[in-house]
């Protein structure tokens, strides 16, 4: 599975793994994953430990998923990235948007 | 028969419509009324043919959807009607059906060769008969579905080609039209480059300096394209018109906010070089690491510090720009991150560090941009670039820059000359609550129409107000932002300080007179706290390279003037615009 959701029993937490590349093949399916989210504040938390690669397009999801979850409002943290996907999570300044860990 | 040269001038009927059309070709006519009675009550539409001869013609003018054909036929066999019909029929798949009494192996083979698709022997099994036909049939409709599908395909790719093309020329008239071609820029950039979303812009500024942006669309093919117009339209007009890259790109930033959708956004790094070509201002948003390469062979690197454009609304738009001291020689270089994303046969990344480590090694400046292409090609084997790799070199040379432009059209130009004056106090509680400058910028700006001067008033408002609050009031040690550690230590120590901050105040002052056909801005700026060592900090330029001791060194090479006095808590920086008079008339 490219993408798992995982929510917390309260529902509050909404965990989305990504497994191997995450990009625009994803695009669907990690749309998927938020769009019908009912916890109006819900805090996400996107786990890129299996993530091997990310492109733009990736980002771009990201700027869905924030928007989704209340735009400055939303409270979305990036987890286990790897020095690649840092960087360019980093190049774009994506720090400035995301809770980068 | 001419007609039938052309395969696809013969009209295919739909499948599925009417009934299955079967041509039958034999000269014994017992044999055709057995098989037209067989086929006409299983519900095909039959036509027939006495000889072989017939059976060509009635094939391009009934055009049958399938074939019965005896072997042995007077004036032509089957086996050469055959091979016509299966001429004739082009890449259509017409079913051809052998009805036999041979059964040597050897004629049979033959009727393959010639294009036959099955054999069916006498005496004709109704049952037999009919379960080939359909069997072939299903292959004929499959066959013809994979056509259409095929042909649909290609018409499309042909039609996405040709609109290809045409909006290529068309974009490349819009996105570039500007001063890519100015003898001290070289460049690479793939015609198609605009569909990977890739832009590089260059611009002459009115005032004889120069603008550059090289930026990326996210996404591929038209939805990255389509952006392009609408930013080379406002990097080129606003250029013209003498505004700032910071109002350029939070002009783009707002547009670019209404027209993409969320996902989609724009990497950019704009670059300003000053008149004097003294002074290289950057922005860097998502972009790789902007290189300059120093006359020593030195290369600094300067990463992208913003978020992209088109992500945020403007008002959360960070639009400082870095200020940097160049001189003649120093080059450039700005890339897409095809250029740090190409892959070697192997698969391996050029990476960055590969990209400095060439580009210091360098020994001779001038065969840089050609020895970094020809490295890049070596790298990814073949000596191919992708069309996603583009890449610029700036070479800063004053003598290029020396004569602005006599007459522009601008829609804007600074006012005339007033003598105003306007000051500001603020307190710990106004310190806390507002940041000064932006709306000290938009007097300024309301009051004398310096945008062509924004970037650099502001950071000379900039500096003079953090150093007064930073060092003044507050009292942190800028040699703490040396290193990482202390920098995000200095950080915490200012948001410490400013909240427990109970005395003091900043005033800040700004005069204007009018002076020759410009004027001369005078600020000043004054604080409550112990003031510092000033000559300490007067230290050259030269020596002091280091990225943020760089303030004062920094205001004394934009003001034309920079004094303190007491104990360092008041400094006045004077600033001239526009030309000035003669030396006696200037005062």
């Given at each position: 599975m490219p993408l798992t959701i995982q929510r917390s029993e309260d529902g509050r937490v909404v965990t989305i793994t990504i497994t191997g590349r995450f990009d625009f093949d994803l695009h669907q399916e990690f749309r998927q994953a938020f769009e019908h989210a009912e916890e109006e504040d819900a805090r996400y938390v996107i786990d890129l430990a299996q993530a091997e690669y990310m492109d733009s397009s990736a980002l771009g999801m990201l700027l869905l998923l924030r928007e989704r979850a209340g735009g400055d409002r939303a409270d979305i943290a990036i987890v286990n990235c790897s020095p690649a996907i840092n960087k360019i999570l980093t190049i774009s300044n994506f720090h400035k948007l995301f809770k980068v860990a | 028969m001419a007609e039938g040269n052309n395969p696809h001038?013969?009209?295919?009927?739909?499948?599925?419509?009417?009934?299955?059309?079967?041509?039958?070709?034999?000269?014994?006519?017992?044999?055709?009324?057995?098989?037209?009675?067989?086929?006409?009550?299983?519900?095909?539409?039959?036509?027939?043919?006495?000889?072989?001869?017939?059976?060509?013609?009635?094939?391009?003018?009934?055009?049958?959807?399938?074939?019965?054909?005896?072997?042995?036929?007077?004036?032509?066999?089957?086996?050469?009607?055959?091979?016509?019909?299966?001429?004739?029929?082009?890449?259509?798949?017409?079913?051809?059906?052998?009805?036999?009494?041979?059964?040597?192996?050897?004629?049979?083979?033959?009727?393959?060769?010639?294009?036959?698709?099955?054999?069916?022997?006498?005496?004709?099994?109704r049952v037999i008969l009919k379960a080939k036909i359909d069997a072939l049939e299903r292959v004929r409709r499959l066959h013809y579905t994979l056509r259409q599908q095929r042909d649909e395909l290609a018409g499309h790719q042909r039609r996405l080609l040709q609109e290809h093309q045409v909006a290529e020329k068309v974009l490349a008239k819009i996105v570039h039209s500007g001063n890519l071609d100015a003898r001290q820029i070289k460049y690479l950039l793939s015609p198609m480059a605009i569909f990977n979303g890739d832009m590089l812009l260059a611009a002459r500024k009115p005032s004889g300096g120069l603008h550059v942006m090289l930026g990326d669309f996210t996404g591929h093919g038209l939805s990255a394209a389509i952006g392009t117009v609408p930013v080379a339209d406002i990097f080129y007009g606003m250029t013209d018109k003498g505004f700032s890259i910071g109002d350029i790109l939070a002009t783009i930033n707002d547009k670019l906010r209404v027209i993409l959708?969320?996902?989609?956004?724009?990497?950019?790094?704009?670059?300003?070089?000053?008149?004097?070509?003294?002074?290289?201002?950057?922005?860097?948003?998502?972009?790789?690491?902007?290189?300059?390469?120093?006359?020593?062979?030195?290369?600094?690197?300067?990463?992208?510090?913003?978020?992209?454009?088109?992500?945020?609304?403007?008002?959360q738009l960070d639009r400082g720009v870095l200020v940097i001291e160049i001189e003649a020689g120093d080059r450039i270089l700005a890339f897409s991150d095809g250029v740090i994303e190409a892959r070697s046969p192997e698969?391996?990344?050029?990476?960055?560090?590969?990209?400095?480590?060439?580009?210091?090694?360098?020994?001779?400046?001038?065969?840089?941009?050609?020895?970094?292409?020809?490295?890049?090609?070596?790298?990814?084997?073949?000596?191919?670039?992708?069309?996603?790799?583009?890449?610029?070199?700036?070479?800063?040379?004053?003598?290029?820059?020396?004569?602005?432009?006599?007459?522009?059209?601008?829609?804007?130009?600074?006012?005339?000359?007033?003598?105003?004056?306007?000051?500001?106090?603020?307190?710990?509680?106004?310190?806390?609550?507002?940041?000064?400058?932006?709306?000290?910028?938009?007097?300024?700006?309301?009051?004398?129409?310096?945008?062509?001067?924004?970037e650099q008033l502001y950071a000379v408002l900039m500096e003079l107000f953090s150093n007064a609050l930073d060092h003044g009031l507050?009292?942190?040690?800028?040699?703490?932002?040396?290193?990482?550690?202390?920098?995000?230590?200095?950080?915490?120590?200012?948001?410490?300080?400013?909240?427990?901050?109970?005395?003091?105040?900043?005033?800040?002052?700004?005069?204007?007179?009018?002076?020759?056909?410009?004027?001369?801005?005078?600020?000043?700026?004054?604080?409550?706290?112990?003031?510092?060592?000033?000559?300490?900090?007067?230290?050259?330029?030269?020596?002091?390279?280091?990225?943020?001791?760089?303030?004062?060194?920094?205001?004394?090479?934009?003001?034309?003037?920079?004094?303190?006095?007491?104990?360092?808590?008041?400094?006045?920086?004077?600033?001239?615009?526009?030309?000035?008079?003669?030396?006696?008339?200037?005062?």
């Open positions: - | 001038s013969l009209p295919t009927k739909l499948p599925g419509g009417a009934s299955t059309r079967v041509l039958i070709a034999d000269d014994d006519h017992v044999n055709r009324l057995i098989l037209k009675a067989i086929l006409t009550k299983e519900g095909y539409t039959v036509e027939v043919a006495e000889d072989g001869r017939e059976a060509v013609v009635k094939f391009g003018s009934w055009q049958p959807d399938l074939v019965l054909m005896d072997i042995m036929m007077p004036v032509l066999d089957g086996y050469e009607a055959a091979r016509q019909i299966k001429q004739l029929a082009g890449d259509r798949f017409v079913p051809v059906i052998f009805l036999t009494a041979l059964s040597d192996e050897a004629a049979l083979a033959r009727c393959v060769a010639v294009g036959g698709d099955d054999f069916l022997t006498k005496p004709y099994s959708p969320t996902d989609l956004f724009f990497a950019a790094a704009l670059i300003e070089l000053d008149a004097t070509h003294t002074k290289l201002m950057l922005w860097n948003g998502g972009m790789p690491d902007v290189l300059i390469r120093r006359g020593d062979g030195r290369v600094d690197t300067l990463p992208s510090d913003h978020l992209p454009l088109g992500v945020v609304e403007s008002e698969g391996r990344m050029f990476g960055l560090e590969r990209l400095v480590a060439r580009v210091t090694q360098e020994a001779e400046a001038e065969a840089l941009f050609d020895g970094l292409l020809r490295t890049l090609g070596d790298f990814v084997g073949g000596g191919e670039l992708g069309d996603d790799l583009s890449l610029i070199e700036i070479t800063c040379d004053p003598g290029w820059a020396s004569a602005p432009r006599a007459e522009v059209p601008r829609a804007f130009r600074p006012r005339a000359p007033m003598r105003w004056s306007l000051a500001i106090e603020l307190v710990p509680e106004a310190l806390r609550s507002i940041d000064p400058l932006p709306l000290v910028m938009h007097l300024l700006m309301d009051l004398q129409g310096l945008q062509e001067h924004r507050l009292r942190l040690d800028s040699a703490l932002k040396q290193t990482p550690e202390g920098f995000i230590r200095y950080y915490e120590l200012r948001k410490q300080r400013l909240a427990g901050l109970d005395h003091g105040c900043i005033r800040l002052e700004i005069e204007h007179a009018p002076e020759g056909t410009g004027g001369l801005l005078r600020f000043t700026v004054e604080d409550d706290g112990a003031g510092f060592d000033y000559a300490e900090v007067f230290a050259p330029l030269q020596e002091n390279r280091s990225f943020f001791g760089r303030g004062i060194p920094l205001l004394r090479s934009i003001c034309d003037r920079l004094e303190y006095s007491g104990s360092g808590n008041h400094v006045q920086a004077l600033y001239r615009w526009g030309r000035h008079g003669p030396p006696d008339a200037a005062g």
